[in-house]
Every structure is written in C-alpha cells, then in structure tokens.
C-alpha cells in the first residue's frame, strides 16, 4: 500500500487562488477506491474531510483546498495601539491528512493518514496570470527582495493620519525594523531599531507595523532597542524602513525591502477623507481624497394611509390637521462623491484595489467608520494618453440614517 503526493501548495499560499494536492496510490484498482483528505486548521482536533474519485486517465486524485481553508481566515482592520501588531485572523496553519477508502459495497473501508502535508495560508488573491510566477520568498520575510504587503507606490504620511504596512515572517527569531530619517538634502539623520516581540506562534506570522510618523513620534528611547527618540526633528523630510536580522552586534542581515515614506503637509481648501481598504495581500492600504466632495441623499418615505375623520362627542369629521397619508417611517440613505488630487499611472493602477476592496472605512477623527463604494466600474488611467488625471469614486456609509416616528 502507497499514497505518494506529488504537488502541493506553496509553504505560504494565497487562499483565495487554488491550492491544490495531486496524488496516487497503489491501490487504485479496488472495488470503490477513493482517495480522502482531512483538512485541519490551526491545530484543531476537528477536520473536514474531502473525497474524490480517482481520475480515469491516470488514476491520480485532486483536492482544491482553497474553499476550506477561507472559511477559516477573515480580517484584521484595527489600528495598531503598538509599533508591532499580531494580525491573527488574517493567516492560518494547516494540515491535510490523506488516505482512501475502498471495499465492497456492503463493507468499505476507510484507510485515513497515510501521508500528510501541511502549510501556511493567507487572506490573499492574485490575479491569475500574476500567480503564475508566484514566489513565496517574494511576499514572506527572506532578503531585499521581500516585499512589504502592500502594491502603494509611495508611502506619505501626514500629522494626524493613520499608516501601518504589513509583511509575513517564516522565522521563529526575533526582527527588527530599522528606520533611517534624512532631511530634504537627502542627509542621513538618524537611524534607530524598534524590536519585534511576535515571532514564535502561527499568529505572529502575519503582522502590521505602525509607520505613521504620528506614533513613531510618541516613541521614546526606551521603546527602541538602539537609538535615542525623537525619532524626527524639524527638518526631517523622509524616512525609511526595513526589516532586519541582528546576527551579531552592530552586524544586521536584511528581511525584506526598503521603503521610503514621505512626511508632508495638506494643501487644499478641502476637508481630506482619508480612505483604509483591504488590499489583495489580505492588508491594509491608505489613500487621501483632497479634492471638492459632494453628498447626495436618497430619502425612502413609507406610508400608509387611514380614516382622517375622528369621533368628536357625537360629530364623526375631520381637521385641517386630521392625516389620511401618514409617513411612518424615514430611511436616509447618503452618496457622498469625491475627487481626489492628481494622481500618477502607477498610483491609477493600484487604486483598483480600492474600488474592487470587499472592506472600506474611513476616518472620522481617529474612529473607523464602514463604508461601501458604489462605483460599477474602473478605468486605469495612463499617461501616454492623459498628462493630468484624478480619481472621483462615490461612497455610501453602510449604515443608513433614519428620521423618528409620528
């Protein structure tokens, strides 16, 4: 009796492309042979079992785990209230235990753990030809080329709003961020480390770093493990960041890419909305509208009408105050529309993620508010066609208002 597998999941797979397990078993020819597979998520005792036929070309089976595996993972929208958050909800672990089964009609058998696989996944898409040339080491923490989870191409941060990015780890030691400030000449000002405590559980394996310039600013020295707060001073411009590895003191290897962040100021005479959306990397994204915003309100009345004449000791009339169509109840339902400030092709191309994202807020102060966009449609705009282009999406709250009874 051998079950062999022959493909499997990347180690750290999006969920929401297929993860698929190819396999065969000597015992193909036995009367009613199926091959099973008992999926267990993040070590839980429980299982949800699979099964299929064998192919009759080639007598191997299939599983598509993908559709399991998402009813497990959901979303992690808080904002950070550390420099390092677990994002818990948005990775999970697993396990599939493959067997068979087979027998008479009237008696067959189940043959379960035979062989198994196990992996990471994640809150994840990619559209299919980018997931094609998927590489794991691209997306999970490894050297330079790790990628931050995020498709922004650049990172600006304001006073008074949120940014956090996100990554995976597929070590079980301890990271650093490392963040370099530099002045408007490109100057070097300072360089500090912050430690990362998570990185032993399945659940410190997805995690979001607050990089807003507000809370690196509420840092003090001891909340770094090398350098001195402020972290900033007044003519800091930029600044980086990066994951590191200390191998040794003052000896670091490099975790993933470098990304700069841009410290600016508002220029526009209106009030900003800042956006928070889910990205395709089961993230977070940030984007400002400064642009003019109008709100429209669609007002659903119900009614119903009734006798407007009224008993009067023995008159039975009605008053100039009597109702015969009565309003009871008043649903308020608000579109508001913005325009954002100009944009760049690349910065067009990663908003689509906005507009297609299933989990929208924006900020009212330092509150989440959820809001759905109600935009049908996107064109990506590009600059051998257009020189100057913006953004205009439309957006209702998801909750509605209401007006009180009579």
Known sequence: ??????????????????????????????????YIADVYVNGSASYTR????????????????????????SIDPQDNTTTFKQCENSIVSYVVRFGEQYGASSGITN??????????????????????????????????????LTDTPRLVTRIGEKLSIGFMTQFTFNLLLRIKVYNSSGTLQKTVYINDPYYSLTKDRSQNID???????????????????????????????QLVYQEEPNVY??????????????????????????????????FTFTGAKTKNTDIKKNIYKSNPNQWATTNYNY???????????????????????????DESAWLEQLMTSPDVYIY??????????TNTSYATKYEASEQLFNLSISFQYSQNRKRQRR
Do not use: H
Request: glycine residues 4%.
């Open 364 to 373: 009212s102060g330092s509150d989440l508010v959820a809001v759905n966009i």
């Open 319 to 345: 008053s100039t105050t009597s109702r015969g169509a009565t309003q009871y109840e008043t649903i308020l339902n608000d579109t508001v529309t913005i325009q954002s400030d100009w944009i760049t092709e």
């Open 211 to 241: 990089v807003s310039y507000d809370w690196l600013n509420t840092l003090v020295t001891g909340d770094l493990a090398s350098g001195t707060a402020p972290i900033f001073n007044a003519s800091s411009n930029y600044y980086t960041v």
């Open 253 to 286: 290897q490099v975790r993933s890419e470098e990304r700069t962040i841009y410290i600016e100021d508002y220029c526009s005479k209106y009030d900003p909305i800042r956006f928070k959306f889910l990205n395709n990397y089961g993230k977070y994204d940030y």
């Open 50 to 73: 699979l099964e299929c036929v064998a192919n009759p070309n080639n007598n191997y089976g299939v599983f598509d785990v993908s559709g399991i595996i998402q009813n497990f993972l």
């Open 111 to 148: 043959y379960p753990n035979l062989t198994n696989s196990s992996g990471y996944s994640y809150n994840g898409v990619f559209d299919p030809l980018n997931f094609l040339d998927y590489a794991v080491n691209s997306y999970v923490d490894f050297d330079v080329n790790s990628k931050f």
């Open 1 to 34: 009796m051998a079950l062999t597998i022959y493909n499997s999941p990347y180690s750290y797979s999006p969920a929401f492309n297929q993860m698929i397990f190819t396999l065969s078993s000597t015992n193909y020819t036995q009367q009613n042979f199926r």
